[in-house]
């Protein structure tokens, strides 16, 4: 528990001591000075002193409660992890998904971000040849749209690359495929069945990992990864430092990717297909710590006393005070 003002327990203390050795004193001198005229003190026994104990915690109470009190509880939260990896390379800017293939991949990813609840915590790798996490996972989803809205396009593909990368910002360190040369044991990655990777890409590998590899590594970690193809089997050309490129969808390879992790295989433009990767995540139960405000229960606590206090003084002695 904590205090916004906790020097208002010092205050509380010191007047609950003060009432207590006030209530003690009065006491003391009202039997002294019926003794004195003659009168027998009452022998009301512990009925006596219920009402006035429970006038002193009522009165601390409200003291305690002006300091704010504030638990910090945890309250269970169903949630999962997606990381939305963006293809931004060059072969992007192709115009056969209108008005652009990255523009595609943007409108598709913005509305799958907006149909997410707060449960889920999305996060935004962007690659070409390499990759680089633009967007941590977070429940703040505005801030998640605004990312997506801000990436464009220069460079090759490394779907192995944009794969592990993913990896790296779901498990919390580096991940890269294991050394073939090597005989040391990579490190283990646990198992992150709640984490899910969506893949947006015309599937146009260029070098760097292999994808499918990588892709592996995902399925022993229990991540799952979702590849949404954007763009036409059929292709198109793009300008690139001054050359005509052919690019087309490679949608084999994108099938592929997610097949290896039990994942499925989905087109930018079937938006229904879209929200089955929203239905197919392992979510998970975890606690979210929450500030609670103690004030309201303390207040009402300490008027419930003082009721209480007063029904019994009223109800004992006939008079509240």
Known sequence: MSFRYPLMLAVAAAACLAMLLGYRALHRQRTRALEAAGFTAPTGGWRRHVPPILFLVALTLLLVAVGRPQATVKVPRISGTV????????SMTATDAAPSRLAAAQAAATGFVKAQPSTVDIGIVAFDQGALTTKLPTSNHDEVVSAVQRLHAAGGTSLGQAILASLTTIVGHQVGLPDPDSEATPPALGYWGSATIVLLSDGEDTGGPDALAAAGLAADAGVHIDTIGVGTVAGTTIKV???????ALDEDLLTQIAQTTTGSYHRAGDAQSLDTIYRSLDLRLTSKPESLELTGPAVALAV????AGGLLMTRWFGRIV
């Open 304 to 307: 419930l006393l003082l009721t």
């Open 241 to 247: 430092d001054g050359y005509q490129v052919a690019t």
């Open 83 to 90: 990381i939305l990896a963006f293809d931004v390379s060059s």
